[in-house]
């Protein structure tokens, strides 16, 4: 192994059949991300080339099915690409024993963690700190909803996910091996 090449991620000390589970989730999400986001980039554009926040806010409000349905192809794009950056934080993080198996689910605290492992910025932990709160607020909450709010979700993760994939993708392949 020469220092070019990845070493084990700690955990395959540990537990290297959950490491080889982990490398195989976060070899899936990593490859089905790109549609993912094309296609939320295309349903965003349904709303004019700039996805313009009248457009949207009209058919966020719209008694017709096939508005309210173009509204829900932005909607669900946000909220699988978040769930994505959530699942890849976490696989990554205890793939490099910053975070234990058995801990509960936490996405404000996985993105810190990143953060502070140099993995991603400061300015990207904020904005991805921002789409988190919306994507709860949308899920949890979404009788009181705003159009600007799943707006400026899908702002969010159009302009910020290839950052944080960018970033993600070279700390795996730099820190350890991908492959079982």
Known sequence: MTAAD???APLEANDSQRARALKAKIRDRVSDVRRHLLALRTA????????ELDAFRTAYASEDPVELNRVKAVERGVDQLYNYIAELAAFGL???E???RRDETNAR??????????V???ELTRRLQRLREL??????????ATAEQVHESALIVAVNFSAFYDAYRAWIKRAFATQP
């Not at 965003?44 to 996805?51: L, P, Q, T, V």
């Not at 994507?135 to 009181?144: F, G, K, N, Q, S």
């Open 135 to 144: 994507r709860r607020m949308l899920v949890h909450e979404y009788a009181t």
């Open 109 to 118: 605290r996985d993105l810190d963690a990143l953060r502070d492992a140099g």
């Open 44 to 51: 965003m554009a349904e709303f004019g080339e700039d996805f």
């Open 6 to 8: 990845p070493v084990p």
């Open 120 to 122: 991603i910025s400061g």
């Open 94 to 96: 205890e793939l490099a």
């Open 98 to 100: 910053l975070r234990g």
